[in-house]
Structure formats: structure tokens, C-alpha cells
């Protein structure tokens, strides 16, 4: 069955550092898919970046870069020159059963805080 | 305007209780979903549908019931609330030819007394 571990409950980081929050998954599936997404204290999600497992490069979106390890199984968030509103938890998820049916697991999530 | 709306986005209701969350999408995708989130947890998916015609159920889907009205409404219902049913509740669209990439709603909180 799949699953994904986020191994860090707390993060803390300097405003305008880089940050990593950490994801490893467990899946079977030859084809799927990695999401992470921010959750601010007012309880939204929102999605932040995609990864495909047959992708060749890392995904990046703007200040957000996707580190895949695909042996390793690991598909890290490295947050650059961190912001204060980038204060949140932060969620990993990848598709379970068959990728086919959008169905997503998640992690517990990671809790960072930016320190001006 | 917000693309997936959700409502109530707060409710208190008493055990025993019937209760309806709705769901309303603009983004024309096919796919919703509907996901709970307990504190300090990662959301877990209670039910889900492909079109209106196909719903299934999710890893949490007992003491939850759903419907769905059109392509762009999803509804979830609580036959009689309970309190472990307390959670904050999100409503999630997807296009499968987009990635399957999923857009929440701002969520529902709900407290069961």
C-alpha cells in the first residue's frame, strides 16, 4: 500500500534562508505522482508543486523546487530565500491505489516557522 | 470568485444530528472529493467521484454519505453526527488531463457536541 512519511513534525528557518522539508513514499505503481501543498493557519490548502515519476528533471515553481530522488524514494520541498508567510504546515502527497483515480494520501505534514 | 466554494465553512451540530456539507466547483473538472483532517493530521479521503454518475468510497467513508447533484456539486452528509466526527472538512476538484493536479475548497469546520 502506499504511503508517505514526513519525518519532520517542526522546521524552523531564517527569512531568507533556504529551507527542505523532507518526504519519502512508498508505492508500487510504475507511474505516479507527488504533490506538496501549504496549509496557512487560516486552514486552506494550497497546491504548490507536481512531480511525475518518469518527469527527467526536478520541478520547480517560482521560489519552490522539488527534490526527486526516485532510488531513494524521496521527493523533498526546498523552499528558497524563505519569506515570512511562507509560515505553515506543508503537506506531501502522492496518488494511491492506481494513479488513474486521482485518490490522494498524505503525509502528517510539517510544520515551519520563519524567523525574521 | 473562488473557483471551489464550500459551505457552511463553520457549523456546530449535536450528536445524533443529520447534517449536509456542500460543494460547488466553476473549474469544470469532472473529479471531486471530499477529504477530512483531524488536528495534527494529513487529510484522509472520505469519498470521491468521477462523474455523476460514479461515486466511490474512500478510506474513511462508514457514518458518511454522498451525492452528486451535477457535474459542478458534490454534496457530503453526516446520517447522524458524531463526535469523532469533529474534523475540518475539504472539498477537492480534479481534471485527469491536467496531472490530477487537486484544488481544495477553503474547508468546513465541524464540531460535533
Given at each position: 500500500?502506499?504511503?508517505?512519511?514526513?519525518?519532520?513534525?517542526?522546521?524552523?528557518?531564517?527569512?531568507?534562508?533556504?529551507?527542505?522539508?523532507?518526504?519519502?513514499?512508498?508505492?508500487?505503481?510504475?507511474?505516479?505522482?507527488?504533490?506538496?501543498?501549504k496549509q496557512p493557519?487560516?486552514?486552506?490548502?494550497?497546491?504548490?508543486?507536481?512531480?511525475?515519476?518518469?518527469?527527467?528533471?526536478?520541478?520547480?515553481?517560482?521560489?519552490?523546487?522539488?527534490?526527486?530522488?526516485?532510488?531513494?524514494?524521496?521527493?523533498?520541498?526546498?523552499?528558497?530565500?524563505?519569506?515570512?508567510?511562507?509560515?505553515?504546515?506543508?503537506?506531501?502527497?502522492?496518488?494511491?491505489?492506481?494513479?488513474?483515480?486521482?485518490?490522494?494520501?498524505?503525509?502528517?505534514?510539517?510544520?515551519?516557522?520563519?524567523?525574521? | 470568485?473562488?473557483?471551489?466554494?464550500?459551505?457552511?465553512?463553520?457549523?456546530?451540530?449535536?450528536?445524533?444530528?443529520?447534517?449536509?456539507?456542500?460543494?460547488?466547483?466553476?473549474?469544470?473538472?469532472?473529479?471531486?472529493?471530499?477529504?477530512?483532517?483531524?488536528?495534527?493530521?494529513?487529510?484522509?479521503?472520505?469519498?470521491?467521484?468521477?462523474?455523476?454518475?460514479?461515486?466511490?468510497?474512500?478510506?474513511?467513508?462508514?457514518?458518511?454519505?454522498?451525492?452528486r447533484q451535477a457535474?459542478?456539486?458534490?454534496?457530503?452528509?453526516?446520517?447522524?453526527?458524531?463526535?469523532?466526527?469533529?474534523?475540518?472538512?475539504?472539498?477537492?476538484?480534479?481534471?485527469?488531463?491536467?496531472?490530477?493536479?487537486?484544488?481544495?475548497?477553503?474547508?468546513?469546520?465541524?464540531?460535533?457536541?
Amino acid at each position: 500500500a502506499q504511503k508517505i512519511t514526513q519525518t519532520q513534525p517542526g522546521m524552523f528557518v531564517q527569512e531568507k534562508e533556504a529551507v527542505t522539508l523532507d518526504c519519502t513514499y512508498d508505492t508500487s505503481d510504475p507511474s505516479y505522482g507527488l504533490f506538496w501543498y501549504k496549509q496557512p493557519s487560516s486552514g486552506e490548502m494550497i497546491f504548490l508543486i507536481y512531480q511525475g515519476s518518469y518527469d527527467q528533471q526536478n520541478a520547480t515553481e517560482g521560489r519552490y523546487s522539488l527534490n526527486f530522488q526516485k532510488a531513494r524514494k524521496s521527493a523533498n520541498l526546498v523552499i528558497s530565500a524563505s519569506q515570512l508567510g511562507d509560515s505553515a504546515m506543508y503537506f506531501c502527497a502522492t496518488h494511491y491505489g492506481s494513479s488513474n483515480t486521482g485518490k490522494l494520501i498524505f503525509g502528517q505534514g510539517t510544520t515551519l516557522q520563519v524567523k525574521p | 470568485d473562488a473557483d471551489v466554494t464550500q459551505t457552511p465553512r463553520n457549523r456546530i451540530t449535536k450528536t445524533g444530528k443529520r447534517i449536509m456539507l456542500e460543494c460547488s466547483q466553476t473549474k469544470g473538472h469532472d473529479r471531486m472529493y471530499w477529504y477530512r483532517q483531524d488536528p495534527g493530521l494529513g487529510l484522509r479521503l472520505i469519498y470521491y467521484s468521477f462523474d455523476v454518475k460514479d461515486i466511490n468510497k474512500g478510506e474513511i467513508s462508514d457514518g458518511y454519505s454522498v451525492s452528486r447533484q451535477a457535474q459542478a456539486k458534490f454534496s457530503l452528509s453526516l446520517e447522524s453526527a458524531i463526535p469523532n466526527q469533529t474534523a475540518l472538512y475539504f472539498c477537492a476538484t480534479s481534471d485527469r488531463a491536467v496531472q490530477e493536479t487537486q484544488y481544495f475548497g477553503p474547508g468546513t469546520r465541524l464540531l460535533v457536541l
